[in-house]
Every structure is written in C-alpha cells, then in structure tokens.
Nanobody, 122 residues
Framework: QVQLVESGGGFVQAGGSLRLSCAASGSIFSINAMGWYRQLPGKQRELVAV???????NYADSVKGRFTISEDNAKYTVYLQMNSLKPEDTGVYYC????????????????WGQGIQVTVSS
C-alpha cells in the first residue's frame, strides 16, 4: 500500500506564494508520474501540473508562468511552488501518483492524497 502525504497549504493574500509538498511512502518500485490537481468551488477536479519520471512537465494554461512543479525521485516527493497567487486559485489541491508499481506487483495503481486547502484572499 502507498500513502501520499501533502503539506504546505494555507491562507495567503493575492500576489503571495505557497509551496506544496507531497511525499509518497510504502512499498514502491516505480512511479510513472506525480502531479497536482485541484478542485475549485463548484467545479470538477482539474490538472494543475504533472512531472513524469523522465522529468517532463505539463501545466494547466491558467498556472503557466506562475507555478512550478519539481520532484525528488529518490524521495518520491513532488513540490508545487505557487507564485503570484490569485483568488481564483482558491480550492482543494490533491496530490496524485500515477501508475505506481509496488515490489512484486504485476499491475500498477493510481493513488491520491487527502487534499489540502489553499485559500487566496483578494
């Protein structure tokens, strides 16, 4: 079993910065990609940013130039540096680990963190 533990959310004024962290732990052989999704009030969960094990990245258009995703493969940890935050970034942010193989597994699984609140005031 794999667990994702998120940290770093909170309250910030518009224009401020926050850094989210997500650490995966458990019996892990490999992870294809780790990323961040968010659910804004009244909307469906959406991709924010993702980084693959080949260190390629992808961002939602709404956060390009403001957010940066990075990872520490050795620690199975992913970070999301969020700068120039806007009130419309307010929501619950979820960490995702995509196609995780545990030792001895023949099939991969996806895992989600419990979610962390980010609130940006105007």
């Amino acid at each position: 079993q794999v667990q994702l533990v998120e940290s770093g959310g909170g309250f910030v004024q518009a224009g401020g910065s926050l850094r989210l962290s997500c650490a995966a732990s458990g019996s892990i052989f490999s992870i294809n990609a780790m990323g961040w999704y968010r659910q804004l009030p009244g909307k469906q969960r959406e991709l924010v940013a993702v980084v693959t094990n080949r260190r390629t990245t992808n961002y939602a258009d709404s956060v390009k130039g403001r957010f940066t995703i990075s990872e520490d493969n050795a620690k199975y940890t992913v970070y999301l540096q969020m700068n120039s935050l806007k009130p419309e970034d307010t929501g619950v942010y979820y960490c995702n680990a995509d196609r995780v193989y545990g030792w001895g597994d023949y099939a991969s699984k996806d895992y989600w963190g419990q979610g962390i609140q980010v609130t940006v005031s105007s």
